[in-house]
Structures are given as structure tokens and as C-alpha cells.
């Protein structure tokens, strides 16, 4: 069964196919990487998942729902890290996640902030005076707290410095293996994607130009020549396209 | 989902709610310190009689002329600071990624505004008047059992003025946290309000004839005409008529129905817009 599944999924803005004709399914319980140079669409792409942007042609299924717009339901089976800083500044981290743990069935408190404070997260602090590092560690927090079926990160180790980017990657790893749940993980550092993805997708301009294993991503690209690394794919794919 | 969207309204906004209960206070709260500190403002209230209680007491009831007119800009300011914060800094799609319904969160927020805006309003109108009585009380020459019928008259109007004026300012406020959650620039929304303020205020000041006003400050002043009777040692105050029926909440001859329902319709119509307008909006 697929955790996700679109079909021809367009976004257009003005005149800029952010996504265009996107197909892909993700497996459930599997991690999917999404590798793509900034402004290739990744984003618009987790953002059409969400349902946080409305396609302007194509389907989208997630978790078995079709998503054509807002579903708030789905928030109960999944958690969503932003690239975008948008939590409410004035919020200290422990009363965001009491506000969202209020709201969720489902919400494991003791895990959300054990979580947190695993993560050495300072959670009396206004979100608004929280680094980089910190804020997406909060962001975690938000997207595991209920235990949900699916989580859609986009770009989460951006910004980290390598001790940040390992401890995150690292929690994910560990919950990926307790819960079995579906990742999605948009990132341009090809060796996060490499190290935690079962699948990967590479975009340019909006368009997905290699789908698969990342193994079968990798011997395609490497086209009969000796084994390349999941970097070397991705750059042979881009110069493919470019060309 | 009410009380966690209550207590977010309420850390965000307390400081604006509290300066709004200020501002609709002005009005007696300037003339207590006047009475306070000027020998000639307390003149008139120098040798009180109840006749000159009569003339002075219907005279806070004009604080609902205020709220509907030159304080609906603290109304609509309030409105307008409802959404436009977090529209801005896109802080509401943290919302929008609770499992809850979009539409919920508006009218949740708009119910919360819209109550503490009527609240403010109705208990300003009916702080006034009872405040200037408090202070007539305190110069020892009115007495409650020869002024408390009429006392109990104004109140009345000023009850019937202030939930009018609570009304007028639940629309103008559902109207300005639409503005607020529409238009992206906050210049451009406060220039949009102010305009949406000024027609409102000109329509609210052009429509007292619907409610059986001869104009716009009759409307305010004066009681219901009937049979009432204020006995005492005074006569019918010269400037207002006060004596008349009360004007029970029931009877809808005095209340108005149409007019009435519209602020109540055109709140329903802007928190129905708003609604739309969170269901359309995307995290670009």
C-alpha cells in the first residue's frame, strides 16, 4: 500500500511551473527522499501533500484521502516540518506543544517534550528568540508528538551545524525503526538522503527526472559504468536534463 | 478547541482588549477627574436637586453616541489587528496544521473578539450613567427613593442604547478582521478600515430614523413615550424627556427587529467571508 500517491500534479504560479506533471508513490512505512536544487519544487511539492497549496492540475492521495485543498483530519495522521519559520513568536516551545497537544487525539505529551528535552531545547524560551537549530528541534517535537503515520520534512537540516544534523537525522532513524512510519525528506545535501532513504525522486524545475530505489537510482545513472555514488547520480540526472 | 483558542486570543490580544475597555471608559472617566480637580465643573452639581438630576443624568447615556461613532475606530483597529498579525508572519498556518477545521478557528476568533467588543461596549453604556448617579449619590442632595424610579428609566435606555451600539460594534469589528485577514499589506489595511469605518459611521448616523429617532442623538436620549410616571418632587425635565414605559427587551415595537438583525446579519456575512477567505488561503 502507498502512503502517497500523485498523478500529472501541476502548481503553476503566474508563469512558473513550480511543480509540473509530478508522479510518484511512496510506499508505506518507507523513507522517501525528495533531491533537488533550490527552486527545483520540492517544497511546493511537500506544501501540495499538506494540502498548504491547492494543485492547479493533477491528483494527489495521501494516507488513502485524496487532497485537493485543507484536510484538517489528516493533521491527526501526520506532522509536517516547514522549511519557513512560522510558529507563533510570542509562544514559549512548552506552551506550543501543550497548545498543539490540546488539540491532537493522539498526543503523546511525554514524548513531545522528553523529546525536546532530549534534544536539549530550551523550552521556557520565546519561539521567537529560539536559533536555527533550536527551532527545527522544536518543529520535531510538533511532528512526532502525536505518533503520526506520516511525517513530511522539508529541509530539516538546512541551517544545522554537523552535530545538530546528526542528532536530528539520528532521531529519525530511531523512530523510523520503532514506528515503521512514512518519511518524506526533502534535502539538496545528497549524503542526509543517502543515509536515511529507502526511494528517491530527483527534481529539476519542477519536474521529476528519476523515481526509484535509491540502489535502481544509482545504476541507472551510472548506465553500465562502475557503481557511482547517490551525488554523482544526482548531478549526472541534472546534466541530463540541462542538456 | 474553544478554551485552547481562548487562551492563544487572549495571550495575543489582552493588552488591545484592555485598552479598548479603556478607551469606552474615557468619556466618564475624564469627567470623574474633572469633577475631581475643577471647583467649576462640580458647579452644576454644587445645590443637586432631584430636578437637576433629571437635567444631568440622561447625559452619560451619550456614551453610546461614542462607541458608535468616534470609538468604532479603536473597534475597527481592533478588528483589523484580529488576523492581519498572523496572516502576516503566516503564523496562522501553524493553526492551519491542527486537526481543525479552518472555518472553526475563524469564527472561534471572531466569536471571542465579537464578545469582548460587545462586552466592552454594553458595560461602558451602562458604567456611564451609573457612574454619574454613584457620583450624584455621593453629593448627598439626590435621594435613590426619590430618583431611583427615573434612575431605573435611564438605565433602561441605556441599556436598549447600549446593546444597539454593541451591535453596530460587532459588525464593524467583523467587518475590519475581514479586511485584516484579506488584504496583505498592513498599510494598505489600515487605509481600507478607515474607509470602512467612515461609511460605517455614516450609515449608523443616517439610519436612526429607522429606529423611531427623530435623529441621531434622540435616539440615545430619550426613553420610550407612554404612561410612566415619575413621582416625586420634581417635574419633567426641560431639556430630555425621560418619563415614559420601560422599554422591555420583549417588545419588539420598541426594539426595532430590522434593524437590529442587521449589524447581526452583517456579522454573520464577514465571519462567513473570513471563513471563505481561510479556506483559500495557501503557504506560499
Known sequence: MNAIETHALTRVFGK??????????????????????????KSTLLKLLTGHLRPTNGTISVLGEAVSGPRPALWERMGYVAQSRYLPGWMTGIECLRFAGALHRGWDGGKAEGLARRLDFPLNARIRDLSRGHYV????????????????????????DPVGRHE????????????????????????????????????????????????????????????????????TYI????? | ????????????????????????????????????????ARTP??????????????????????????????????????????VEDKSVFFLFEQPLARWRYALAKIANGAGHVALAALAASLLAPAAVYGLMLLGGKVTVAASGAAFGVVMAAALRAGLW????????FAGCALIGSVVPRWWLATIATFVFIICLMNRVLSSSRFLGAADFFDLFASAPQGSYNVSGNFGTANWLTVSGNLPLPTDFVHWHLLPTLTP????CLFAAAIAWVFQRKELR
Not at chain 1, 221 to 231: C, D
Request: net charge negative; hydrophobic share 55%; charged share 15%.
Open chain 1, 137 to 160: 528541534r522544536l518543529q520535531i517535537a510538533l511532528a512526532m508528538g502525536h505518533n503520526p503515520e506520516l511525517i513530511l520534512l522539508d529541509e530539516p537540516t538546512s541551517g544545522l
Open chain 2, 264 to 267: 447581526v446579519a452583517l456579522l
Open chain 2, 1 to 40: 478547541m474553544m478554551r485552547q483558542i481562548v487562551w492563544k486570543e487572549w495571550r495575543e490580544n489582552r493588552w488591545k482588549y484592555g485598552a479598548l475597555w479603556l478607551v469606552f471608559n474615557l468619556p466618564i472617566l475624564a469627567l470623574s477627574v474633572l469633577l475631581g480637580v475643577s471647583r467649576a
Open chain 1, 16 to 41: 512558473t511551473r513550480a511543480v509540473d506533471a509530478a508522479s510518484l508513490a511512496v510506499p508505506a512505512g518507507t523513507v522517501f527522499g525528495l533531491l533537488g536544487a533550490n527552486g527545483a519544487g
Open chain 1, 168 to 235: 536530528l537525522l539520528g532521531i529519525l532513524v530511531e523512530e523510523i525503526g520503532r514506528r515503521g512510519c512514512t518519511v518524506v525528506i526533502s534535502s539538496h545535501l545528497v549524503e542526509d538522503i543517502e543515509r536515511l532513504a529507502d526511494t528517491v525522486a530527483i527534481m529539476e524545475a519542477g519536474r521529476i527526472v528519476a523515481c526509484g530505489p535509491v540502489d535502481t537510482v544509482k545504476s541507472e545513472a551510472a548506465n553500465g559504468a562502475a557503481t557511482v555514488s547517490l551525488e554523482q547520480a544526482f548531478f
Open chain 2, 45 to 86: 452639581f454644587a445645590d443637586l436637586s432631584n430636578q437637576t438630576f433629571m437635567k444631568y443624568l440622561p447625559l452619560p447615556v451619550f456614551e453610546s453616541a461614542a462607541i458608535v461613532t468616534v470609538f468604532l475606530f479603536a473597534t475597527g483597529f481592533l478588528g483589523l489587528t484580529t488576523f492581519l498579525p498572523e
Open chain 1, 239 to 243: 546534466n541530463r536534463r540541462q542538456s
Open chain 2, 165 to 172: 451600539s454593541a451591535l453596530v460594534s460587532i459588525a464593524a
